[in-house]
């Protein structure tokens, strides 16, 4: 995927414009075996799961503050989501974006 291209930093073809100024000390690629998403049944209530088509892919970036960590990771998808540490427990303006951005994650 481009997503994967861009985050491997052996990558041949990656833009040096997606690149971070620092070094990615680890990526990590994580494929999640059984994942569920609703479906999208217009006028009725989404409760109904079914099996995910594609794995979902989890890339770890970690560096030195100021790099451009953030902004590496926003440019692998226009549609993308950031939640940060001060947004709470709550997912306001989530609509299933295809990128989800956990900024400034500690765990």
């Given at each position: 995927?481009?997503?994967?291209q861009?985050?491997?930093?052996?990558?041949q073809?990656?833009?040096?414009?997606?690149?971070?100024?620092?070094?990615?000390?680890?990526?990590?690629?994580i494929?999640?075996?059984?994942?569920?998403?609703?479906?999208s049944?217009?006028?009725?209530?989404k409760?109904?799961?079914?099996?995910?088509?594609?794995?979902?892919?989890l890339?770890?970036?970690?560096g030195?503050?100021?790099?451009?960590?953030?902004?590496?990771?926003?440019?692998?998808?226009?549609?993308?989501?950031?939640k940060?540490a001060?947004?709470?427990?709550?997912?306001?303006?989530?609509?299933q974006?295809?990128v989800v951005?956990?900024?400034?994650?500690?765990?």
């Open positions: 995927s481009s997503v994967s861009h985050c491997n930093p052996n990558y073809g990656a833009h040096t414009s997606n690149r971070l100024e620092g070094p990615i000390i680890r990526t990590s690629r494929v999640v075996k059984r994942q569920y998403t609703r479906k049944v217009p006028d009725q209530p409760t109904e799961k079914e099996d995910r088509k594609e794995p979902t892919e890339y770890l970036i970690i030195e503050t100021g790099i451009g960590k953030t902004t590496f990771a926003t440019k692998l998808s226009k549609s993308h989501y950031i940060t001060n947004m709470g427990p709550w997912w306001d303006d989530y609509e974006q295809e951005i956990l900024d400034d994650f500690y765990g």
